[in-house]
């Protein structure tokens, strides 16, 4: 297991870039910590296999370097990484049995014969193909051939990464539960350092210590689950991580308060912003009423969702949602909404500032 650390990191397809909007990369600098599983997640097309595929070795960065345990590696073939790839889709050789494929990584370094039996049995287990072990993989589903690419991607125990992009996409739902959770385990017996690429914040969100989340090529926030739901660090991690994601209301700031059309909300603690500014405030920390202080509101449509109600509603133009408890009734005179202090958090041009005026959480 390795620390990989990004050194001014950024990629470009380009031969020469000339601007921001040029890197598919934006420049990063990180450490990942060695045997934590990480999950690197953001919308189709922000960087996520860039990323990947640098750390893994598949393309060389334009820019910057990448470090395992301290090693510059920039230069060093995918093979001399000693690294685990699983793709978005299955990789299997085609005339080998489902053990013999499972094997393979094993085998072509040489392992001995009996420790191969042993891991390719608790493997096949794992992936739940035991019975199949002897099968060849033609004539598979594509489902059951992903989970041989899964299951030799974590047949060695010697690697220093394990990356995985979007791996469980052709994995029928229950079974993509399955192996998350056998995932999680393995992180958890092995400590292997893992990157999971995914745009499925459910996903990322289950499996990972801490979360990337990845915006326009740029790196927005690292952070635990808890993090990123308490203090998002941009509008973005408000919005693609919750459900509903964050609400954004425009704001002007004035120390401690903040003024959202007519209305007056004590922020909790001074702030001093230039920019745009906007109050965040997730749909779990809106107080729904009728009178009182706070932003003048109507109710548009009430969902159950089963563990919860979402309620939609109609706050000067703008959409907003507010969550209620599954047996919370939603009077009908509701006609303002208020926010929990505790769930504001306060954003200059899409990035949170912190109370003290600082403009915090801005990724590298
Ligand atoms: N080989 C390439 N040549 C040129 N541009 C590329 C190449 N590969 C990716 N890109 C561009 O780089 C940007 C980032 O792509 P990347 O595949 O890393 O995103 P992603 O987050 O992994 O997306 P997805 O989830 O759709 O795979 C995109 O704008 C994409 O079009």
Redesign the pocket.
């Known amino acids: 297991m390795a620390k990989i650390t990004l050194d001014n990191l950024a990629h470009s397809?380009?031969p020469n870039p000339t601007g921001p909007d040029d890197y598919?990369?934006k420049e990063l600098n990180h450490d990942w910590t060695d045997g934590e599983a990480y999950a690197l997640l953001?919308?189709?097309?922000?960087?996520?296999?860039?990323?990947?595929?640098i750390i893994s070795g598949l393309l060389r960065p334009s820019h910057g370097r990448v470090l395992f345990d301290g090693h510059d590696i920039t230069d060093a073939p995918t093979a001399e990484r000693n690294i685990a790839q699983v793709f978005?889709f299955p990789v299997v050789y085609d005339t080998m049995t489902v053990r013999e494929n499972l094997a393979f990584p094993l085998k072509n370094r040489g392992h001995d014969a009996a420790e191969i039996a042993r891991r390719v049995q608790k493997v096949g287990a794992m992936i739940d193909m035991e019975a199949e072990l002897d099968r060849k993989a033609r004539g598979l589903t594509a489902d059951a051939k992903q989970k041989i690419s899964l299951g030799r991607g974590m047949v060695r125990e010697d690697v220093n990464a394990l990356l995985f992009?979007?791996p469980l996409t052709v994995i029928d739902p229950h079974m993509k539960w399955e192996l998350r959770t056998q995932l999680k385990k393995l992180h958890h017996d092995f400590g292997h350092t893992m990157i999971y690429?995914t745009?499925d914040q459910t996903e990322a969100l289950t499996f990972a210590d801490k979360v990337v989340v990845?915006y326009d090529?740029r790196v927005v926030q690292i952070g635990t689950p808890q993090e990123l739901f308490e203090r998002p660090a941009h509008t973005f991690v408000g919005y693609f991580i919750g459900s509903p994601g964050m609400n954004l209301f425009d704001a002007t700031l004035d120390g401690r308060v903040g003024r959202v059309g007519e209305a007056v909300i004590d922020l909790g603690g001074h702030y001093e912003a230039p920019g745009r500014t906007q109050i965040g405030v997730r749909p779990e920390f809106i107080r729904l009423q009728s009178g009182g202080d706070g932003l003048p509101a109507r109710v548009t449509r009430v969902e159950d969702v089963g563990r919860h109600k979402i309620v939609r509603l109609d706050v000067m133009g703008t959409e907003i949602s507010a969550i209620a408890g599954e047996g919370d009734a939603i009077p009908a005179d509701i006609d303002r909404i208020g926010f929990a202090p505790e769930g504001i958090n306060v954003y200059a041009d899409d990035w949170r500032v912190a109370p003290s005026g600082a403009t915090a959480g801005k990724a590298a």
């Open positions: 397809y380009l598919a990369l953001g919308a189709s097309g922000c960087g996520k296999s860039t990323l990947l595929n978005q992009d979007e690429v745009h990845m090529g």
